[in-house]
């Protein structure tokens, strides 16, 4: 038996129930906005910090995968996008791949995003971007949580042998 992977598998699961109540604080934070007009600014403020957050979530998920399973986390100073990318990589007798390329497709503009996130002040925000990013992000969401409740059962089998 592999407890730490049964333990992982249960962090995954909780930190997507987190996570999907961050997707919806960003859909009421857009359609909010597009409702009051007058405080836009603020409502989509509010629905970068929910796309920022549902990233960094799943970047946690992806950091606790590469230390329990992999045994290698990115430290380079691009580990941002090479653990996503190490995501989708088939590791022979250590693991499948976690993510499709396409949900690492998805994923890379929310990592873009992120880094705007951190490094631009809020009212240079692009609102036409965040409604973009938020519109999508209900679908993108649904798929890459597939693929990680996917892994989850992998890694419940896995640890039960």
């Keep these: 038996m592999i407890e730490s992977y049964i333990v992982l598998a249960g962090r995954i699961r909780?930190?997507?129930?987190?996570?999907?109540?961050?997707?919806?604080?960003?859909?009421?934070?857009?359609?909010?906005?597009?409702?009051?007009?007058?405080?836009?600014?603020?409502f989509i403020d509010s629905a970068s910090l929910n796309?920022?957050?549902?990233?960094?979530?799943?970047?946690?998920?992806?950091?606790?995968i590469a230390a329990t399973v992999d045994g290698n986390v990115p430290s380079s100073p691009e580990w941002h996008r090479e653990l996503l990318e190490q995501m989708g990589l088939d590791l022979p007798k250590i693991r499948p791949p976690?993510?499709?390329?396409?949900?690492?497709?998805?994923?890379?503009?929310?990592?873009?995003?992120?880094?705007?996130?951190?490094?631009?002040?809020?009212?240079?925000f692009d609102p036409e971007r965040i409604g973009r990013l938020v519109k999508g992000l209900e679908s993108a969401f649904d798929q890459i949580r597939q693929e990680l409740l996917a892994f989850a059962s992998f890694l419940e089998k896995v640890g039960m042998e």
């Design 14 to 42: 909780k930190e997507l129930d987190n996570l999907e109540r961050l997707v919806s604080r960003a859909n009421r934070a857009i359609n909010t906005a597009q409702k009051n007009p007058q405080d836009m600014d603020l």
């Design 98 to 124: 976690v993510l499709t390329s396409d949900s690492i497709k998805l994923l890379d503009e929310y990592l873009r995003f992120r880094h705007v996130v951190r490094n631009v002040y809020t009212f240079s």
């Design 51 to 64: 796309l920022h957050d549902v990233y960094s979530g799943f970047e946690r998920i992806f950091k606790q």
